[in-house]
């Protein structure tokens, strides 16, 4: 029973149904994590966050009935301190800078395989921001290379120090 109060605690919200389940089911395996919630619906994630506290929400950006920018933007107006990390299919560099700007701690595309999000669900907990490489070579591309500099020390101000190295 002791060892399950050292596991991390992960809420997961996405409104495909089998997205949830199958990271449920991979995180599952992993005894470093116990997943306390799998929703699919916004409203009933924030309940279910200020209810049990989890340390990780794993959280879509598109979703029916709440975006996931609602959601945090929701999410930090109550009593809850964890730590989100997007998970999304999305990467439009515009998203991602509002979505940081929101509080988020991750973000990593849908294509990540399971070890790679084990590393990130670990490092966030740590208090560690993390963008995947897919997602820091988007943002680069995505500017001048006048500017390119500028996104760097942007995102460096948001806590992702390692923004050059992957």
């Known amino acids: 029973m002791e060892a399950s109060l050292n596991k991390v605690s992960i809420l997961i919200l996405d409104d495909h149904k089998l997205i949830r389940d199958t990271w449920n089911f991979i995180l599952d395996l992993d005894p470093r994590f116990t997943v306390v919630a799998n929703c699919g619906n916004g409203e009933e994630a924030l309940k279910l966050a200020q209810q049990l506290q989890p340390q990780v929400i794993l959280l879509d950006l598109v979703m029916a009935n709440m975006s996931g920018f609602e959601f945090i933007s929701r999410l930090n107006k109550i009593?809850?301190?964890?730590?989100?990390?997007i998970l999304s299919s999305l990467d439009n560099p515009d998203d991602v800078v509002l979505i940081l700007k929101l509080g988020?701690?991750?973000y990593v595309t849908?294509?990540?395989r399971p070890e790679q999000m084990f590393e990130v669900i670990i490092r966030?907990?740590?208090?560690?921001?993390?963008?995947?490489?897919?997602?820091?070579?988007?943002?680069?591309a995505a500017?001048?290379?006048?500017?390119?500099?500028?996104?760097l020390v942007s995102?460096?101000?948001?806590?992702?120090?390692d923004v050059k190295n992957g």
Do not use: M
């Open 124 to 140: 966030v907990n740590n208090g560690k921001k993390h963008l995947s490489n897919e997602i820091k070579q988007r943002l680069i």
């Open 155 to 161: 995102l460096q101000e948001f806590g992702l120090d």
């Open 104 to 106: 988020a701690w991750g």
């Open 79 to 85: 009593d809850v301190n964890s730590k989100v990390i």
């Open 110 to 112: 849908k294509t990540i």
């Open 143 to 151: 500017y001048s290379e006048n500017d390119a500099e500028n996104v």
